[in-house]
């Protein structure tokens, strides 16, 4: 094709027909910038079609894995609102006098607030895009900002967490450690709480009565609503938004 356009230039300048040959050089060149054009065109075609399907396939992943992260975040929220239930009645006993409580509730509400459960997010979504700084393949501009935001939103959450399990690590556990048997799960009909070498009074102690108040701070903290939102609020609010934003047809 360019000898052929070639043998045309060069009977024109040996035939002396400048200005047909200079129009036909414009037409050349208009020619090939369409051509250009075209195939820039097609190129970006191509590249958005491949975006196109990649952005499915990633909305798919995010779509499952906040599906999951729904469920494994109400599990956690469930747990977390039965201990700091759990503490309010104990709390509600104070000051506690051994000749009229009821032991076996007592037993049960002490078991439950020391349980610990984390929140383990699946990631899997977030960690790809991160990873390849593919953000901007994300087209919906509310979706692509709740994604960049969720890590953080995340690690706030988290820090509560931590700030609880680390009162009990450190300052729960020690204490009845002391004052009560460890409840093993191969015998769960043990009942520390009746051993004949556990001494109750540490129940009517104002150590004890600080620390169940401190453990329902704390849960307070992470599960119960305020003046302001809470990271709870915001977690349960961002999970629905990407759920919803990320499904695919």
């Not at 043990?190 to 009565?209: A, G, Q």
């Amino acid at each position: 094709m360019i000898k052929f356009f070639r043998r045309i230039r060069q009977k024109l300048l040996n035939e002396g027909k400048l200005k047909r040959y200079f129009i036909y050089a414009i037409g050349e060149i208009l020619l090939v910038m369409i051509g250009i054009l075209l195939a820039l065109q097609i190129n970006n075609w191509n590249t958005n079609e491949m975006n196109r399907q990649l952005e499915e396939k990633i909305l798919k992943q995010v779509h499952a894995d906040f599906q999951q992260n729904k469920i494994r975040f109400e599990k956690v929220t469930s747990r977390r609102l039965r201990n700091l239930e759990n503490c309010n009645k104990i709390i509600e006993m104070f000051p506690i006098d051994l000749k009229e409580v009821n032991l076996d509730n007592l037993s049960l509400y002490l078991k439950t607030i020391s349980n610990r459960s984390t929140f383990n997010p699946a990631n899997g979504a977030i960690n790809t895009l991160v990873s390849s700084a593919s953000f901007d393949i994300i087209s919906n501009e509310q979706l692509r900002a709740l994604l960049i935001q969720w890590k953080d939103l995340v690690a706030d959450y988290l820090e509560d967490e931590a700030i609880a399990d680390y009162h009990l690590v450190n300052f729960w556990d020690p204490y009845m450690d002391k004052k009560l048997l460890q409840r093993l799960h191969d015998h769960p009909k043990i009942e520390t709480i009746y051993d004949t070498r556990v001494n109750l009074n540490f129940l009517s102690t104002i150590e004890f009565e600080n620390l169940v108040i401190r453990r329902k701070l704390n849960l307070q903290r992470i599960v119960s609503p305020g003046d302001e939102i809470t990271e709870l609020e915001m977690m349960k609010g961002t999970i629905d938004k990407i759920i919803g934003l990320s499904t695919t047809h």
